[in-house]
């Protein structure tokens, strides 16, 4: 939502202003090697909205001429082949690109539409010379660290079961976290044992 916008654009600014490195966060990932060794993805499990969050920071920059910031973004000099890719979501990433180029009226996720507007607010607030500061800051000093999972590791059901939790806004409790790394093909099966649970033994408690 807009308050939580506003509150990571915030922190990059004090952080800025105390001028220390800042990381933004933990993400999980799997590596999945390309052909012949060559370019390897990273399969997102975990943290993609922090993902999101610098993606379309370096997308606002891109429409400010900010050029430095294209390769953070894009694979290709076209500006097409975005490093982020949304599994099924097309559309977001073809909104990326359209605020990459400047055109954000035209973008469909609404999420994105309200980055958007934050930003701009924010950014209007903002001195000229705080926010070259603030830019370079976010392009040379913010990181997050990747905690990698084996290589073994099956993610595919984990990461679809994040992406719905996500989708939904709701927040993952600690059942809802187990239910993802252990069980993520059997989800509906956990929740059935877990209403038998709670109607079995608290309906007989009292």
């Known amino acids: 939502g807009e308050s939580q916008i506003e ?3 915030q922190d990059v ?3 800025e202003d105390r001028a220390v490195p ?3 966060g933990i993400v999980t990932i799997k590596i999945i090697s390309g052909e012949n060794g060559e370019n390897d993805v ?3 499990v975990d943290g993609q909205q922090r993902n999101s969050f610098l993606t379309l920071f370096a997308a606002e920059c891109i429409s400010r001429q900010l050029d430095r910031w294209s390769d953070f973004v894009f694979l290709d000099p076209e500006r097409q082949k975005l490093r982020i890719h949304y599994l099924g979501r097309e559309q977001d990433e073809k909104d990326i690109r ?3 180029c400047g055109c954000p009226e035209e973008m469909e996720n609404k999420n994105f539409r309200v980055f958007h507007r934050v930003f701009g607010r924010w950014i209007d607030s903002l001195r000229e010379e705080e926010w070259k500061r603030i830019e370079a800051y976010m392009f040379s000093r913010v990181s997050f660290f990747a905690s990698v999972l084996p290589k073994d590791y099956q ?3 984990l990461n679809l079961y994040f992406e719905r939790m996500n989708a939904a806004g709701q927040q993952l409790g600690l059942l809802d976290i187990v239910k993802g790394r252990f069980f993520p093909k059997y989800a509906a099966r956990f929740d059935s044992a877990i209403r038998f649970g709670k109607e079995k033994f608290v ?3 009292n």
């Open 22 to 24: 800042y990381y933004i």
């Open 42 to 44: 990273w399969e997102l």
């Open 13 to 15: 600014k004090r952080q």
């Open 98 to 100: 359209l605020l990459s």
């Open 7 to 9: 509150k990571l654009l």
């Open 155 to 157: 993610a595919n059901e």
């Open 203 to 205: 309906s007989n408690s």
